[in-house]
């Protein structure tokens, strides 16, 4: 935009949602302010309250006003105690998903010095990008086999998705390449064993023919386990399908410290959703102890998809001041009870603002 102006949604949600969104506005005030950036904020309700109130668990008003917006920032939704007549969580950010057919989740895996990992996971500076609409899922809503011996799931890969995932792929290694990473995207997939996977593979380096500035490689499944664990510093961008993009993203935050540090976006070609990796955490809510970094860096990542769509360099100085700004409070020792800290959440806010005002 040429007046540097974004419309945000935000969806603060149930939990410590609304008090990590409370901190990631902030920190967002400070570094768009001091950056001549302007975010214009749409707050929305949804979530497990809101069904408790209204019966729905976000309206269609909110989800098609959210789609208008530049971008989406959102906390985290769902509760234990309240959930639908059939048994199953609210879980709007999944239908927010469905309905805007965010195709890949990204998973920044970084370590930061100070934050305890339970491996030596070296200098990890990962990401990693989980196909969400199809693979192992896609078979979700069909019915049942009418048997009490065999109950399979289908695994479906199309090469419209493919297509679009690995060019995103490409497209974000091209960006961190830019900030001094190594240029490589790495498919994790079961090529050997899987027909879906000899696919999907086939379709990679199809498109990584196309993108021949960025180096391509792939790895199975198993292998990608164990080096991941031995070697994180090898991996740039890795590549995967759905059911194994959900456990490599979840290896990746356990190898640097847990979900309190561990943002994530849910995007397609047109939208984005971003949104720490945790949940509602209902057990820490109102006690200021809930670690807002997670959040914060999920908003630096709304930054960086500004300036990827928008080419907006202010959008991309914010976003890195708002790592920088992380990187020297976690090493500092500024951080909360959940990554061996005693700082509270307003501890770190003011923290970051403090850093960002007199940088
Ligand atoms: P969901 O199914 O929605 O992911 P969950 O209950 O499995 O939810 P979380 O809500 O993420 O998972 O919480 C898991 C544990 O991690 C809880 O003990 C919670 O207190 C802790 N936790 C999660 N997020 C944070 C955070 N930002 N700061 C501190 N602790 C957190």
């Known amino acids: 935009m040429a007046d540097n102006s974004y419309n945000i949604a935000v969806l603060s949600g149930d939990g410590i949602g609304p008090e990590v969104i409370d901190s990631a506005l902030k920190v967002l005030g400070a570094a768009s302010e001091k950056h001549g950036i302007n975010l214009l904020y749409q707050h929305y309700e949804a979530g497990a309250e809101y069904y408790e109130k209204n019966g729905e668990s976000i309206s269609m008003h909110t989800m098609e006003s959210i789609g208008k917006a530049h971008a989406v920032l959102l906390g985290a939704m769902g509760l234990p105690h309240i959930r639908k007549s059939d048994g199953t969580e609210i879980a709007p950010q999944i239908d927010i998903r469905e309905h805007y057919g965010l195709f890949a989740s990204l998973r920044p895996v970084k370590l930061f010095e100070g934050v305890g990992a339970p491996l030596n996971s070296g200098k990890a500076n990962m990401l990693v990008i989980r196909e969400t609409t199809e693979g192992l899922f896609a078979g979700r809503h069909d019915k049942q086999e009418p048997s009490d011996e065999t109950v399979s799931d289908r695994l479906t890969i199309t090469r419209a998705t493919s297509e679009k995932l690995f060019t995103l792929a490409f497209a974000q290694a091209r960006a961190r390449k830019k900030g001094g990473s190594e240029g490589r995207v790495t498919l994790f997939d079961k090529a050997n064993v899987l027909r879906s996977n000899a696919f999907l593979r086939k379709i990679f380096y199809e498109v990584a023919e196309k993108n021949s500035d960025i180096e391509a490689d792939h790895l199975y499944i198993d292998a990608a ?3 991941m664990v031995q070697d ?12 194994f993009g959900d456990i490599v993203s979840e ?9 309190g540090v561990a943002p994530s976006g849910d995007v397609s070609e047109e939208h984005g959703v971003f949104q720490p990796s945790h949940g509602t955490a209902p057990d820490i809510e109102g006690k200021n102890i809930a670690n807002p970094v997670a959040t914060v860096l999920s908003a630096a990542m709304m930054l960086d998809w500004l300036e990827m769509r928008n080419d907006d360099q202010k959008c991309k100085a914010a976003a890195d001041e708002i790592r920088a700004v992380t990187e020297k409070l976690l090493a500092k020792g500024v951080k909360t009870a959940d990554i061996g800290g005693n700082a509270s959440s307003t501890d770190i806010t003011q923290a970051y603002i403090q850093e960002i005002q007199s940088n």
């Not at 994180?232 to 059911?243: A, G, L, M």
């Open 251 to 259: 290896l990746g935050a356990g190898l640097v410290g847990g979900l």
């Open 225 to 227: 386990a164990m080096m």
């Open 232 to 243: 994180p510093s090898r991996f740039d961008v890795i590549v995967t399908e759905n059911v």
